[in-house]
C-alpha cells in the first residue's frame, strides 16, 4: 500500500489542533478518526491506492462532489421522512423521530452547502495562486 510522506498520525494531529479543548470534542474526534481510518482502509482494499496517482485538481473536483452527495443523500432521507409523515396512522413517538430526522436532514444539507461554498472560494484561490505540479 502507497503511504504519503506525511502519514496518518501527522495529518489527524494537525487537525486534532484546529479542535476546541472540550472533552466532548476531543472524545468525537477520536471516534471520527477512527472511523476515517476503518474507511480508509476499506477504500484502499477496494479499490486500491490509485487515489494518490490523481491530480491535485481531479481531488479537488471530488472533495466539491462529495459535499454535494451530503446535501443529496439528506434530500433523499428528508423525502422518505415526509412520505412516512404525510401517510399518517403514526404514533406520537414516530411522528417526533420522523420530525427529527426532517431536521437533521435540513441542516446537514445547510452545512454541505457551506462547505461546498468555502471550498469553491477556497480551491479557486489556489486554482489561480498555486503554481504546483500535478504529480
Known sequence: MIRPKFGWREFTDLVSQRLKSEEDTKSQFVEWEESLHS????GAQEYGDS???RGFLELLDE???ENLDRAGWAYIMWVKANAQLQSGGLE???IV????ICEMSLSTAHRAFGAYMQDCSSYGISATIC???DS
Do not use: A, G
Not at 39 to 42: F, G, M, N, T, V
Not at 97 to 100: A, D, E, N, Q, S
Open 39 to 42: 474507511r480508509l482502509e476499506i
Open 51 to 53: 487515489s494518490y496517482q
Open 63 to 65: 472533495l466539491l462532489q
Open 92 to 94: 406520537p413517538d414516530e
Open 97 to 100: 423521530c420522523l420530525k427529527h
Open 131 to 133: 503554481d504546483c505540479t
